[in-house]
């Protein structure tokens, strides 16, 4: 039996992909999750739950985490005993907001404009001059929570009074896209093509790859990937998202210390997916390949259950397949699951991408897509 032993912090999809994709290379998963339902634990060889966290450590050869809102004791734990990749500093980082977007502008990495406020007063006024912004909370703000769009000082009731908060200048931005890179302790990085999103109310509906963009925008979203990583000493799978204004300026909106849900189209349109390189990376081992093999996509599943019929049709689709994680919960604008998309030509998946949408969200797709893609020509 493989003797190496790898934790992982949190139990959610992110981490089932991990181990499933992991598998193939003689790997033990431990994981940990607060709820004993969580999605990757039904695939671990052992699952720990409530205060285990602690054994899940000691018995661990390495620890990693899929999401960076897990247990902070079980973080400084197995950072403390020298097992934690990617390093505890690119957590405490990414856990707060202000300290991300500080972070950044101190290595000198190009943001859009923002503010640190500690008053209403301070708000309102900030907001007078800029008009249109993002106010952020600085912890637990991700798919959209925590994020206030607003337009004038009118609309502040929405946010909650309290301090500090991120505020950011609306970017009008022409692309959405996003790096996805491994790293090795030993400093090999290796990418994975430059990938384009969509996001609707703060949330990724799709992504397609490779980004249409032109060479030196995506060569400059690589080097400041790369330049962000060196910073950080990274080890593992790192995702850095990005605004690509109509001026051809790449700002980087913000990063996550993990595998990321833009990097999914890698579990069918590369050699080797982000998860098993991840694992590669944290463990030492050679990093995989990160060829695209064919023009590829996912469609996020937001807030539907599980149902027999959009299975088969989404199916029905070549090139398709179907990654559904097995969540307790049905919840408005919960990942319940995703599709990937492979095709001969980005025409061919933009077509893919429209016909599984259609199925997933029925009338609500063209609500979602409030600027689509052009339907290609049939």
Not at 211 to 231: C, N, Y
Request: charged share 25%; glycine share 8%; hydrophobic share 40%.
């Amino acid at each position: 039996m493989p003797n190496r032993v790898l934790g992982i912090l949190g139990g959610g999809q992110l981490g089932l992909m991990m181990i499933i994709e992991g598998r193939a290379l003689g790997i033990r998963f431990y994981v940990y999750d607060e709820h004993g339902n969580a999605p990757a634990l039904q695939v671990a060889d052992r699952a720990f739950v409530g205060d285990d966290w602690r054994e899940l450590v000691l018995s661990s050869d390495v620890v990693t985490f899929e999401f960076e809102h897990v247990n902070p004791k079980a973080l400084a734990n197995a950072h403390e005993l020298g097992k934690l990749r990617p390093s505890i500093t690119s957590v405490m980082v990414k856990q707060d907001k202000i300290k991300e977007r500080e972070f950044l502008r101190e290595i000198g990495l190009p943001t859009p404009k923002f503010k640190i406020v500690e008053s209403r007063d301070e708000l309102k006024s900030i907001v007078k001059r800029l008009g249109k912004c993002v106010v952020k909370a600085p912890y637990g703000a991700y798919d959209g929570k925590g994020q206030y769009y607003i337009n004038n000082p009118s609309e502040l009731s929405e946010v909650p009074n309290k301090y500090p908060l991120l505020v950011d200048e609306f970017v009008r931005f022409s692309r959405e896209i996003s790096v996805i890179l491994v790293r090795s302790a030993s400093g090999e990085t290796k990418f994975y093509p430059v990938i384009e999103n969509y996001n609707h109310e703060g949330i990724l509906i799709y992504s397609i790859v490779p980004a249409q963009i032109p060479d030196e925008v995506g060569a400059r979203a690589l080097s400041l990937a790369k330049q962000l990583a060196e910073a950080l000493n990274y080890v593992g799978v790192l995702a850095v998202e990005f605004f690509v204004t109509s001026d051809g300026d790449v700002l980087i909106n913000e990063f996550a210390p993990r595998v990321h849900n833009t990097g999914h189209w890698t579990l069918l349109g590369s050699i080797t997916s982000q998860f098993e390189n991840h694992v590669r990376a944290i463990l030492d081992y050679p990093l995989g390949d990160t060829e695209l093999l064919r023009p590829s996509a996912i469609v996020n599943i937001l807030g539907k259950p599980w149902d027999e019929d959009m299975v088969n049709k989404i199916l029905s689709i070549p090139g398709t397949k179907i990654w559904w994680y097995n969540k307790a919960e049905v919840r408005p604008r919960r990942k319940m699951g995703h599709v990937n998309i492979i095709a001969n030509s980005i025409g061919e998946v933009r077509k893919r991408v429209f016909e599984v949408m259609n199925i997933i969200y029925g009338e609500e797709t063209e609500k979602i897509l409030k600027s689509p893609w052009p339907k290609p020509d049939m």
